[in-house]
C-alpha cells in the first residue's frame, strides 16, 4: 500500500529532526514508489530501474537537506528521479555517424515538419507584416502577449487586437473564403 503525501512529508521531517525510524520507513516505502516511477518509463530495463532506484535513494539521502519543510515531498522526490533518469539517458544514449544523416531525418519525418514549416510561412506571407510577426511571436515562438508588444514596441491590445485578425483571416482563407 502506498504512504499518503502527508505520511511521506511527516517521515522526512522526522528523518531530518534525527528520528531515525521515521527515516526508514520513508526509505521504505519510495523503493516502490521509484520502482513504479522508473518501471512504467524504462519498459523491459529491469536492471536499469534498480540501478535508478538505488542511484536516487542515494542522491534522496544525500540532499536531504534541501528539502523545504513547508513544501510537497513526493514533488521534490520525484524531481530527483527525474535529474537521476536524464543523467541516466545521457549515459546511455547512443551517437549516430553524420553520413546517412538524411536518410535517417527523412525516415524520421523532418521533411514533413520542413514542409508544415514552409507551409506556415507562405500562410503568414499572406497577412500584414504586423500580423504575421506578433502570430509567430506568440502562437509559435511561444512568447507572452506583454513579450511580444514589448519586441515590437507596440500595446498589449495591439499585439491581441492583430494576432485575433490574423488568425481569423487565416481562418476565413483556409475555409475557401476571400
Do not use: C
Not at 514533413?112 to 497577412?127: K, P, Q
Not at 506578433?134 to 507572452?144: D, K
Amino acid at each position: 500500500m502506498r504512504a499518503s503525501e502527508d505520511q511521506l512529508r511527516i517521515w522526512m521531517i522526522g528523518g531530518l529532526d534525527g528520528d531515525s525510524g521515521a527515516y526508514t520507513a520513508l526509505l521504505n516505502a519510495l523503493v516502490p514508489m521509484l520502482r513504479s516511477f522508473f518501471g512504467r518509463r524504462l519498459r523491459g530495463a529491469a536492471d536499469d530501474v534498480e540501478d535508478l532506484v538505488q542511484e536516487t535513494m542515494m542522491a534522496i539521502h544525500t540532499r536531504r537537506g534541501t528539502y523545504d519543510r513547508d513544501r510537497a515531498f513526493s514533488a521534490w522526490a520525484y524531481a530527483v528521479a527525474r535529474y537521476k533518469m536524464i543523467d541516466h539517458f545521457r549515459r546511455t544514449r547512443t551517437t549516430v555517424p553524420i553520413e546517412g544523416l538524411e536518410d535517417i531525418l527523412v525516415a524520421e519525418g523532418f521533411e514533413a515538419a520542413t514542409s508544415a514549416r514552409m507551409d506556415v510561412d507562405t500562410l503568414l506571407g499572406e497577412l500584414s507584416p504586423k500580423q504575421a510577426r506578433v502570430i509567430r511571436e506568440t502562437r509559435i515562438e511561444g512568447l507572452s502577449v506583454a513579450e511580444a508588444a514589448e519586441r515590437g514596441a507596440i500595446s498589449e491590445s495591439d499585439v491581441k487586437v492583430s494576432v485575433h485578425r490574423g488568425l481569423a483571416a487565416l481562418a476565413k482563407r483556409l475555409k475557401g473564403g476571400t
